[in-house]
């Protein structure tokens, strides 16, 4: 028997709450121009950021939670996407931007969304995954193709930049950055990478966590892919020069991401949306 969080759950509870939030913070950084106190650099980042999660993120937060409660199957593995999406995109606000007004907001969906995800963690046993799934051998290929790409070239870009530093002492740099390494690369080594390649290496196996982990990989990715090529303008805007430098690169892994995702969606059981 399929299992959907009801209202009554604190998993929804902690989700709206979560929501609000998330609107709090996108909305103040997007109309509020002196919150932030960093360099031209980052508030251009901060900038793309918050016009991604306010127009497609939270949109589609709400819809997942909306649509979850009709028994939708892709809804409810879209709404642990973006708890994902939303503890992996706050964490740069809470640990990379400059004190502001909005601190204990960052605090607040940190809080939030670790908590929604270790709930889903303690009830990962409930959640039938076996049969939400169709057996699609091209959804496995395509998405297993996708995910080690995409891990594989972080792990190269962040380690390569980072034996440069040891080898020849260079500063290590992100694609259109001249700052913000340390915080980046820290937080893909440690969060999205394992995700990716463990997700890759399980859905290939046809195991239950490797369509949860590569779902939930897959569509948080697509979203903050845009977040990264929505950056490009705003960066050339605070003059910085290497700007555009990254979209090749992010163009392609969203298109791949993008692709993922619609697998998903057409092989995904039980669409009531």
């Known amino acids: 028997m399929e299992t959907f969080i009801k209202k009554t759950e604190p998993l ?5 709450v979560l929501a609000i939030f998330m609107f709090i913070q996108s909305a ?3 109309f509020f121009p002196n919150l932030y106190h960093d360099s031209n650099e980052i508030i251009a980042s901060w900038r793309g950021n918050d016009l991604v999660t306010l127009f497609a993120a939270i949109p589609m ?15 409810k593995y879209v709404w642990f996407s973006m708890l994902f999406y939303a503890f992996y995109n706050n964490c740069y606000y809470l640990f990379g931007a400059s ?25 990962y046993h409930a959640l039938t995954i076996e049969s939400n799934f169709t057996k699609s051998k091209t959804l496995r290929v395509f998405v297993v ?21 040891v080898i020849y002492g260079s500063k290590p ?16 080594l440690t ?13 290939w196996r046809r195991k239950a966590l490797g369509y949860l982990l590569s779902f939930v990989s897959t569509i948080s990715n697509t979203v903050y892919l845009l977040v990264l090529i929505v950056f490009c303008p705003f960066a050339e805007k605070a003059g910085i020069v290497k700007a555009w430098d990254g979209l090749p690169l992010f163009s392609t892994l ?13 092989n995904t059981k039980k669409l009531i949306i």
Do not use: H
């Not at 740099?173 to 893909?188: C, F």
């Not at 969203?254 to 057409?266: E, H, N, P, T, W």
């Open 12 to 16: 929804f509870a902690f989700s709206s």
């Open 28 to 30: 103040g950084g997007m």
């Open 61 to 75: 937060f709400i819809f997942a939670l909306i649509y979850s409660q009709r028994e939708s199957v892709f809804a």
């Open 99 to 123: 004190i502001n007004y909005f601190f204990f907001v960052y605090i607040a969906i940190f809080i939030l969304s670790l908590i929604s995800l270790l709930i889903i963690t303690a009830n």
């Open 145 to 165: 193709f996708t995910l080690l790409i995409f891990g594989s070239i972080m792990t190269v870009m962040w380690v390569s930049e980072w034996l440069k530093f």
């Open 173 to 188: 740099v992100i694609p259109g950055m001249n700052e913000g390494y340390s915080l980046v690369a820290a937080m893909d």
């Open 191 to 203: 969060t999205q990478i394992p995700v990716m390649f463990i997700g890759a290496v399980l859905l």
């Open 254 to 266: 969203f298109v791949l991401c993008l692709g993922s995702s619609i697998l998903f969606f057409k």
